[in-house]
């Protein structure tokens, strides 16, 4: 028999029997009602319900995930003890707790709606058929498709943006001013990385006084698919951590998790801080449909989680100190069977994805209309700027010009907070954001810990509670160790949410190479291949100055009115250069627009040097400011005239405007300092070859190894010269192809 | 036996109980038990017996549409329509009503038995009557084949937006009822949006004479009056999940019956009532075999519908696919109508 039927069956005997475990007290707590336990059972016979039958559907192929709730369903009581609009980041095998938390709602159909998730209609009111997947705009409940607590570092942030939210007076705010985050896991995903950084930064943050109104719950059922976790180490890992309140409670008794779930609320709501919810529980029928506990489980284990069924517990607590009879307990429970197996057949009629178009109309969200704004005032800027302000009139270099982008946006829109290390105070590692926290106090300027996880997860909570974060990575090689929260986590928001939800963010990352032998590969990192490939993500990259204003700008615009996902990448080795041709000649440095000036830069647009039609060469950042040096030589020395195109944007690619930007020239040579292998030449040679096969293209990029010390820093990358010699191979070849023909 | 069907069975409101109905509680042989104490309830508060007013040569307005006359009577014919039903054919798996039609599920949902049920429909209309605030008018969101007329819906939100708080108008949704929207109103908000809102199809839009402005803050005083007479001890729980005009579900041994009370008394009377929501919920919820639309009368059927076509309940979206699945296998069973009564009594 399929273990989900033993369960059932023998549930219904033992209640039939009046076999179910003594209730351990002899009255309910005071607070809970007979009527509220009735309820959170029925939450937990529905659970259960869904699970039996998600396994009848995935066997009549009309249903196509079955990992399940089953042994968990004490999460009935967790919710029970929170409020809708506290926010709820939760586990997979949390059914019980949106169920219950439905209930609190007038006009919330749980049934139907976690059915036609299964049965991944179109209809489904969360992802739209994109996943089988907890969710649900108006329970406050963000979608979580993650298995390993890649969720917890958001909740952490939105717990963050609780408070921040609150002083900032940020208008659009989602989030009562007294809310407290829920964020819920396994016991197996407690140990990741991830689940450790994120509760690690509630703790660094709660330790200094920041508000940090959570509550993680961990669900320990021993026992992560086949590896046990070893006994009593969730305790032993979390009981004494600082800043953080422990408390544990029976997962498998309603009364005691509602009593400890209700003090953890309680206690998180008052003293903003955060709260380890140790819940034990049992996982019942292995770890999805497919696993067969047997080859790592003995009988006898097996055995005892079944006999643990937290169901059979919740009877013996209604039928000992609710009154109810056994045949009443056994209504409730067949009865919602009953009315799941009919809700079932119906949602299985419901229409489903059928195309690629829809299956992406939500990879980018919907456009919005934030409240619009005049530009920061002459006054306000005069104030900001302080005895900077004269100096706004003399042409800069990249790095100051950011910074002045940066003042006058924030300025503008008070809604935006920096985050990252080393921003506030120091002012970042190259002067980007100096003197920012000076201008806009520490809470919008916001110093972090050492933890690109948490950075991430901060900025994204932030943007859950309408602040707009611009959190700053201090090197590119150092988004890799957390790249998944944006690959997983914030690019797919709005997908499996049908842009429902978002996180509109801009995250500053300084990169690539070419600093003259300092730092090594991990200050240098040239490979953006992690992120190009992420659907819905813009990656703007300017090579001066002027250019960076505007697309700040224009990334400020395409976050608050589009509500996308960019990361800004600045090329640090342009962050102080001033000079382009020779030393003192100040051409790359530029004036600044203020807000409302200059002709702006929508996303896509490239930038074009010079108009000769001998050569195209299409770069971007170092390869842009090295070709343009390139340019002037074979002008001068050679007698090509070559225009210089400046991607700006490396993803998406705008074959349109770029194939435009080609325009007259036959011939094509594309400048990549990113490593060959992945780099954006790769897209760009594919693309052209199908949007211009008339072309003749060639390339140069970096090789595929990592960037030494010293005077070899620069070696395996595109130089000036490299580039002169591919240029005049690129003209001497085409013209040799000529002669020839 | 064949299986049982399962029903959600909707309970009618205000408006149902016309000349065409006069008569319908000695028609159907209404449970004698029931109405002895019906009209013995009724001449204990000094008014005419429900077998009198059923039995009365002619319908009058003045008698038969006034609040203290109409509820007790709908409640009469409704709930002795509940006891019909044949429970060897249909598994009642939930019950909802629309505005008044909330008091009559309430008793057959077993929250209130039957005199108590009564007398809070009775009471209610009584008070309505005689408070009398404002009235109701309703418009129509959709056309001629029960389609949405495209910018309806915000033409009317728009008008009662710029109505409402202006020039002494107060104007508020009453009932979401499906294709249609009920408004509560003063004289002077219903005559400015009669003036100023879109018209149609047909006689659209139609004041409802002998209403009051229900669901709205216009009966806050016959909420407070309530509060302080009716008692919350004869609530109870209910035997029947019982959807309410929020679309909440109210279900046997988990309801919190002073919350039950609260709102019957208080969010349903000054609020919006969903009626939309309401069989939306229930339909998705329970997936029941049939409606079943308790009498007087068979008016709630359109609304009923709309209601469905909003989901694309079993593929229906527009009167003639309802007209066709009613032709072949009725999904909605109307008590007021005899041939559909049949399918649903024993006989």
Request: charge should be negative; hydrophobic fraction near 45%.
């Given at each position: 028999m399929d273990p989900a039927e033993s369960v059932h069956e023998?549930?219904?005997a033992r209640v039939a029997a009046g076999e179910w475990p003594r209730a351990q007290t002899s009255a309910l707590p005071?607070?809970?009602?007979?009527?509220?336990?009735?309820?959170?059972?029925?939450?937990?016979?529905?659970?259960?319900?869904?699970?039996?039958?998600?396994?009848?559907?995935?066997?009549?192929?009309?249903?196509?995930?079955?990992?399940?709730?089953?042994?968990?369903?004490?999460m009935a009581a967790v919710a029970e003890a929170f409020r809708v609009s506290d926010m709820a980041f939760l586990h997979y095998r949390d059914a019980a707790f949106q169920i219950q938390r439905s209930k609190k709602l007038p006009g919330q159909t749980p049934a139907w709606d976690l059915l036609l998730s299964f049965a991944a209609s179109a209809e489904d009111p969360i992802s739209g058929g994109r996943h089988k997947v907890l969710g649900s705009k108006a329970l406050f409940i963000p979608p979580q498709t993650s298995t390993i607590a890649s969720h917890l570092p958001k909740a952490m942030g939105a717990a963050y943006a609780v408070g921040l939210g609150k002083r900032l007076e940020a208008p659009d705010r989602v989030l009562p001013d007294d809310a407290v985050i829920v964020a819920s896991f396994g016991d197996a995903s407690a140990n990741h990385s991830t689940a450790q950084g994120a509760i690690n930064a509630a703790c660094w943050t709660a330790w200094q006084?920041?508000?940090?109104?959570?509550?993680?719950?961990?669900?320990?059922?021993?026992?992560?698919?086949?590896?046990?976790?070893?006994?009593?180490?969730?305790?032993?890992?979390?009981?004494?951590?600082?800043?953080?309140?422990?408390?544990?409670?029976?997962?498998?008794?309603?009364?005691?998790?509602?009593?400890?779930?209700?003090?953890?609320?309680?206690?998180?709501?008052?003293?903003r801080r955060p709260v380890f919810l140790h819940m034990s529980c049992v996982r019942l029928y292995g770890h999805a449909g497919s696993d067969v506990q047997g080859a790592y489980l003995s009988k006898a284990e097996i055995e005892e989680a079944e006999s643990n069924d937290p169901l059979l517990r919740s009877a013996g607590l209604l039928a000992d100190l609710a009154g109810l009879a056994p045949a009443e307990i056994l209504q409730i429970y067949d009865e919602t069977g009953e009315a799941v197996t009919r809700v079932a057949e119906q949602a299985i009629t419901r229409p489903k994805l059928t195309t690629a178009k829809e299956v992406m109309a939500s990879l980018i969200p919907p456009r919005r209309t934030p409240a619009p704004s005049n530009g920061p005032s002459l006054e306000a800027r005069k104030a900001a700027f302080g005895s900077e302000f004269v100096a706004l009139d003399k042409p800069a270099h990249l790095a100051r010009l950011i910074n002045w982008a940066l003042t006058d946006l924030m300025l503008e829109h008070g809604e935006i907070v920096l985050a990252g290390e080393d921003v506030g105070a120091k002012g970042g590692v190259y002067n980007v954001t100096s003197?920012?926290?000076?201008?806009?106090?520490?809470?919008?300027?916001?110093?972090?810990?050492?933890?690109e996880q948490s950075i991430l997860g901060l900025a994204m909570g932030l943007a859950h509670n309408g602040l707009l974060p611009i959190p700053e990575i201090q090197f590119l090689a150092y988004v890799h160790n957390a790249e998944d929260q944006i690959r997983g986590e914030a690019s797919t928001l709005s997908f499996f949410s049908s842009g429902q939800y978002t996180n509109p963010l801009i995250l500053r990352i300084a990169g690539l190479g070419y600093q003259r032998g300092f730092g090594g590969h991990f200050?240098?990192?040239?490979?953006?291949?992690?992120?190009?490939?992420?659907?819905?993500?813009?990656?703007?990259?300017?090579?001066?100055?002027?250019?960076?204003?505007?697309?700040?700008?224009?990334a400020v615009r395409l976050a608050r009115e589009e509500q996308r996902v960019i990361v800004f990448l600045e090329p640090i080795a342009l962050y102080m250069t001033r000079d382009l041709h020779a030393e003192k000649d100040g051409l790359w440095t530029f004036p600044y627009a203020a807000p409302g000036a200059g002709s702006g830069i929508a996303l896509g647009d490239v930038g074009v040097a010079g108009k000769g039609s001998d050569l195209a060469i299409v770069s971007y950042a170092n390869g842009h400011f090295l070709s343009r040096q390139a340019q002037k030589i074979l002008g001068e020395q050679h007698g090509i005239n070559a225009r210089v195109i400046d991607l700006r944007w490396l993803s998406p690619l705008d074959f349109s405007k770029i194939v435009a930007a080609i325009g007259p020239a036959k011939r094509v040579l594309i400048v990549d300092e990113c490593r060959i292998t992945g780099s954006p030449s790769e897209g760009l040679m594919a693309g052209l070859a199908e949007h211009a096969p008339q072309l003749s293209l060639s390339r140069i990029a970096a090789e595929d190894s990592f960037i030494p010390l010293g005077r070899a820093a620069t070696v395996t990358l595109p130089s000036r010269d490299s580039i002169l010699a591919a240029a005049l191979g690129a003209v001497g070849g085409a013209a040799r192809r000529r002669r020839s023909a | 036996m064949a299986s049982k069907r399962t029903a959600l069975v909707i309970c009618p409101g205000r408006g149902t109980y016309n000349a065409a109905e006069l008569g319908y509680l000695a028609r159907w042989g209404a449970d004698p038990a029931f109405i002895a104490m019906a009209d013995s309830y009724r001449a204990s508060q000094g008014q005419p017996s429900v077998s009198?007013?059923?039995?009365?040569?002619?319908?009058?307005?003045?008698?038969?549409?006034?609040?203290?006359?109409?509820?007790?009577?709908?409640?009469?014919?409704?709930?002795?329509?509940?006891?019909?039903?044949?429970?060897?054919?249909?598994?009642?798996?939930?019950?909802?009503?629309?505005?008044?039609?909330?008091?009559?599920?309430?008793?057959?949902?077993g929250a209130l038995s039957a005199k108590p049920g009564l007398a809070l429909a009775n009471t209610m209309g009584r008070y309505m009557q005689e408070a009398m605030i404002g009235g109701q008018a309703i418009w129509s969101l959709v056309d001629e084949d029960w389609r949405p007329i495209p910018g309806r819906r915000q033409a009317l939100t728009n008008a009662i937006a710029a109505i409402?708080?202006?020039?002494?108008?107060?104007?508020?949704?009453?009932?979401?009822?499906?294709?249609?929207?009920?408004?509560?109103?003063?004289e002077t908000g219903l005559a400015a949006m009669t003036a100023a809102a879109p018209r149609g199809p047909g006689r659209f839009p139609m004041?409802?004479?002998g209403h009051a402005g229900f669901h709205s803050p216009l009966q806050s005083r016959v909420s407070e009056r309530a509060k302080t007479t009716i008692s919350v001890a004869p609530f109870g729980q209910p035997n029947v999940p019982m959807i309410d005009g929020a679309g909440r579900i109210w279900r046997p041994h988990m309801s919190d019956v002073r919350a039950l009370w609260d709102y019957t008394l208080g969010q349903q009377v000054t609020e919006t009532y969903d009626f939309t929501l309401a069989v939306q919920v229930g339909v998705k919820e329970f997936a029941p075999d049939a409606l079943i639309v308790l009498g007087p009368g068979e008016t709630l059927g359109g609304a009923i519908a709309q209601s469905l076509f909003g989901l694309r309940w079993l593929g229906m979206e527009s009167k003639a696919d309802f007209l066709a699945r009613q032709a072949s296998d009725p999904f909605l069973l109307a008590m007021g109508r005899e041939e559909q009564r049949r399918l649903v009594t024993q006989r």
């Open positions: 023998a549930f219904r005071a607070g809970l009602t007979p009527e509220t336990l009735a309820e959170m059972f029925a939450s937990q016979a529905l659970s259960r319900q869904l699970d039996r039958t998600a396994r009848f559907l995935q066997a009549r192929g009309e249903g196509f995930y079955t990992i399940g709730s089953s042994g968990h369903e004490g006084g920041g508000p940090m109104p959570i509550v993680f719950v961990c669900e320990d059922n021993g026992i992560g698919i086949s590896v046990k976790t070893p006994r009593g180490w969730i305790e032993a890992a979390f009981a004494n951590r600082p800043a953080l309140k422990y408390l544990a409670c029976d997962g498998l008794d309603l009364a005691d998790t509602w009593q400890a779930a209700s003090e953890a609320a309680a206690f998180a709501r008052r003293t003197k920012l926290q000076v201008r806009f106090g520490s809470q919008r300027v916001v110093d972090t810990l050492l933890d200050h240098n990192d040239n490979s953006i291949a992690a992120l190009r490939d992420i659907p819905g993500v813009i990656i703007a990259c300017p090579s001066n100055g002027a250019d960076a204003v505007a697309m700040l700008r224009e | 009198a007013l059923d039995g009365a040569e002619a319908w009058k307005a003045g008698v038969h549409a006034r609040g203290d006359n109409a509820s007790a009577l709908i409640f009469a014919s409704s709930y002795t329509d509940y006891l019909a039903i044949d429970r060897d054919a249909f598994d009642i798996v939930a019950v909802t009503g629309n505005s008044m039609g909330w008091y009559t599920a309430l008793a057959c949902g409402n708080g202006h020039g002494g108008a107060e104007l508020y949704v009453s009932i979401e009822l499906g294709g249609m929207l009920v408004l509560a109103g003063n004041g409802l004479p």
